[in-house]
């Protein structure tokens, strides 16, 4: 799979700065041009929001942050990169001179995108010497967080340029769905721009306050479109008889003179002051920055949520999450990879999440199970045993554990894991995990624990392969030469 190996950003506000958090994060190199005199402020609060919602979004290993450089031209910031990424205001004559600015001072294979909401890509390449690989790239808000870009090409846009556009925003854990035509707002917006409108005459009728209009979106059908999307939660509002009932049940309501799609509301002086306090009231004091830290916790909740689904394998977007962590995992299996055998494999560096607290700010109990069963996973792919491995009908299965908490882990804290094995043979594995304060070295937790070998299809313990076997017992001879572990062994309730 084809992956971008240099990004560029023209402009770094609020779409902008959301790209530039998404390809660092992925590690991904990011030069940026904004004139803007704030635009390293700006853009610095947007990743470390990015960093704050990714260390609850997934546990797997992220790749060493991209680097981030601010170009004194356009020109300087477009030279390296294979994908550039165009945010500047919403206005053609601008959006057309800054694209043909790009085309002439970008290398000829480099991909182009707007993150235009509206304009079409046809209009944007007019004066381009390369028209062919523009494209428009419509994110949606945050960046980093929702994964879906519509790629909308144009009159000179080719073929092959909307396949590799897609194909490269997979492995940053994005879905690139291609608009087959074009159309002003595409298709996202124009959905957006419907509700938004039957909104606007809602509020302007005083049938409801701006706080109200939205929790009706957002505790009910907004949580079925969270994870189904408009049409297959009509298909199942059908019961049995399925699409076909709904639309014959349903289908004559949109005769009936319910909305003013068709009416626009005169967004005057008086209702832009309405809207504007009510939105004020709402907020209750919440700065902006305190607002996208909210949305970003319940879309990490959200997003975490669909990864569990359909039986484990995922839904939606979790789907997407889950897949884009294995990517992620095995990037981070092949840097263990090189860890000493000499002494404990420290496989796991992570931070304290607010996903992770209680009400104390102290780590939970179940997380440190988690942290500890990654460690376990990571020392497995160490060994071999990876997704494919584990696909094609065998892994190690954790049969006991001994958790000991000798400190706490608090909120934001950076701690790590290192694992030591202390016997294995053909079917078992006996591990000691400890966890640490990475900036003390404290001990906070040790896990005593034995997994087994075992025919997943067949649900029985078997002997590992040899490939298997030869990994492990080189790292277990190293270990053996190590000391004991103090609290190996122990029991539960075992007086020191």
Not at 187 to 210: K, N, P, Q, S
Not at 413 to 441: M, N, P, W, Y
Request: charged fraction near 25%; include cysteine.
């Amino acid at each position: 799979m084809t992956k971008i190996s240099k990004a560029a950003c023209i402009g770094g506000g609020v779409i902008g700065g959301g790209w530039i958090a998404r390809f660092l994060l992925a590690g991904i190199d990011v030069d940026v041009f904004d004139p803007h005199p704030e635009a390293g402020r700006i853009v610095g609060e947007i990743i470390a929001n990015a960093e704050k919602a990714y260390a609850m979004l997934t546990g797997a290993p992220l790749p060493p942050r991209g680097k981030l450089t601010f170009c004194e031209t356009l020109a300087e910031a477009v030279a390296d990169a294979d994908w550039i990424q165009e945010s500047v205001p919403e206005r053609l004559d601008l959006k057309r001179g800054v694209l043909t600015e790009i085309d002439a001072a970008a290398r000829p294979e480099a991909l182009i995108g707007s993150s235009t909401s509206g304009l079409l890509p046809t209009d944007l390449q007019r004066n381009m010497t390369h028209p062919e690989r523009l494209f428009v790239a419509h994110p949606y808000n945050p960046v980093y967080l929702l994964p879906l870009v519509e790629i909308v090409g144009g009159e000179k846009t080719s073929a092959g340029t909307i396949r590799a556009a897609i194909e490269r925003l997979a492995p940053i854990g994005m879905k690139g769905v291609h608009i087959a035509k074009e159309i002003e707002a595409f298709v996202g917006d124009r959905l957006l721009e419907a509700l938004w409108r039957e909104a606007l005459w809602l509020i302007h009728d005083d049938i409801c306050t701006v706080e109200t209009l939205d929790d009706v979106i957002r505790y009910s059908f907004g949580l079925r479109w969270a994870q189904m999307g408009l049409f297959q939660t009509y298909r199942i509002a059908g019961g049995e008889a399925g699409m076909r009932h709904f639309l014959a049940q349903f289908g004559p309501c949109l005769a009936w003179p319910w909305t003013k799609l068709t009416d626009v509301v005169d967004l005057d002086d008086a209702l832009i002051e309405k809207i504007g306090r009510q939105s004020d009231e709402q907020a209750a004091g919440l700065s902006i920055r305190a607002l996208e830290r909210i949305r970003d916790e319940n879309l990490v909740g959200i997003l975490q949520a669909l990864k569990g689904g359909d039986n484990g394998k995922g839904w939606g977007a979790g789907k997407l999450l889950k897949d884009f962590e294995q990517t992620l995992w095995a990037r981070g299996g092949d840097a263990a990879a090189s860890a000493d055998p000499s002494k404990p494999l420290r496989l796991v560096e992570t931070k304290v999440s607010p996903a992770w607290v209680d009400y104390n700010g102290h780590m939970t109990e179940h997380r440190y199970l988690q942290v500890f069963g990654d460690t376990s996973d990571a020392l497995l792919r160490l060994i071999g045993v990876d997704l494919a491995y584990v696909e094609a009908g065998h892994s190690y299965y954790t049969v006991e554990s001994h958790i000991r908490h000798l400190g706490e882990a608090k909120l934001g804290q950076a701690i790590h894991s290192a694992c030591q094995i202390l016997t294995a043979d053909e079917k078992r594995l006996h591990v000691f995990h400890t966890l640490r304060d990475t900036a003390t070295g404290a001990v906070i937790a040790t896990a005593e624990q034995m997994l087994l070998h075992v025919d997943s299809k067949e649900g029985k313990a078997v002997a590992a392969p040899a490939a298997v076997l030869d990994r492990v017992k080189a790292i277990a001879a190293a270990h053996a030469e190590l000391a004991l572990p103090e609290g190996a062994g122990r029991h539960v309730g075992q007086r020191r």
